[in-house]
């Protein structure tokens, strides 16, 4: 049986990686097997492109070079990573994926027609089937970052969180316009809250789009119908 992959997305500090964590007990709770990745990077060779990236050793290619290179790591990741999780049916939660290229390399001036293409050659058609965006204004996650950065003494930020707050603004508005446009697999979730009431409301979603393997939740929520 083919298994079922989830992204996460939205901006640095929002709390994606708690969330992934959380989750993955959850699913594994509810007895299925969950593969946790991320992007860029989820696979060796992708990851050696992911230190290049976030150390801006690759700035000097331009926006649309950088772009490349994330498709590069893209194709390396969905093919020794994402896709054999998925052949062996297990759930495959992603922090980060082609959303993020869209929203952050769109934000930096590179033609949406151009990572259209970088796009479908990287996921060679693999799309996720539920995308959590977790929304939050930008001063509150970029607070986290430097909060989490003192706590585990990880050194200055890394290259995409060291922008003006005006840069990240943008990024958020891209996120949510992307929501709307595809909101068929978009379950936009308010991140402001505390991690346990975010924590519900991404369980709820993935309940709701994922009924078959929760049959519990189905059962209520035809009921509710009912009512
Ligand atoms: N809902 C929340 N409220 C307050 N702090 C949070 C919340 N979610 C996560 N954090 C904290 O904020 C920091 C960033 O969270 P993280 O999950 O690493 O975000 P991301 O992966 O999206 O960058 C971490 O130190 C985390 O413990
Ligand atoms: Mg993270």
């Not at 299925?32 to 060779?45: A, D, I, W």
């Not at 893209?74 to 052949?87: M, Q």
Request: charged share 30%; with cysteine; net charge negative.
């Amino acid at each position: 049986m083919p298994g079922h992959f989830i992204t996460f997305e939205g901006g640095e500090g929002a709390g994606k990686s708690t969330q992934i964590r959380r989750l993955k007990a959850f699913l594994e709770a509810h007895g299925q097997t969950v593969t946790v990745s991320r992007e860029p990077g989820g696979s060796p060779g992708a990851e050696k492109i992911r230190d290049m990236l976030l150390s801006g050793g690759a700035k000097d290619l331009g926006p649309r070079g950088e772009a490349m290179l994330f498709a590069a790591a893209r194709a390396d990741h969905v093919d020794n990573t994402i896709n054999p999780a998925l052949e062996r049916g297990e759930w495959v939660l992603c922090d980060r994926y082609a959303d993020s290229t869209r929203v952050y390399q769109g934000e930096a001036g590179v033609d949406p027609a151009y990572l259209d293409l970088l796009e479908v050659a990287a996921t060679a058609g693999r799309r996720p089937e539920l995308t959590i965006l977790i929304d939050v204004p930008p001063e509150i996650g970029l607070k986290r970052v430097a909060a989490r950065s003192k706590a585990d003494g990880a050194g200055g930020p890394d290259r995409f969180e060291d922008e003006a707050l005006a840069v990240h603004e943008n990024r958020r508005r891209l996120f949510l316009d992307l929501a709307v446009k595809e909101a068929y697999r978009f379950e936009v979730i308010d991140g402001t809250g505390d991690q346990d009431a975010v924590t519900s409301a991404i369980e709820t979603a993935v309940r709701e789009r994922f009924s078959d393997a929760f049959p519990d939740a189905s059962r209520v929520s035809a009921l509710e119908e009912m009512s």
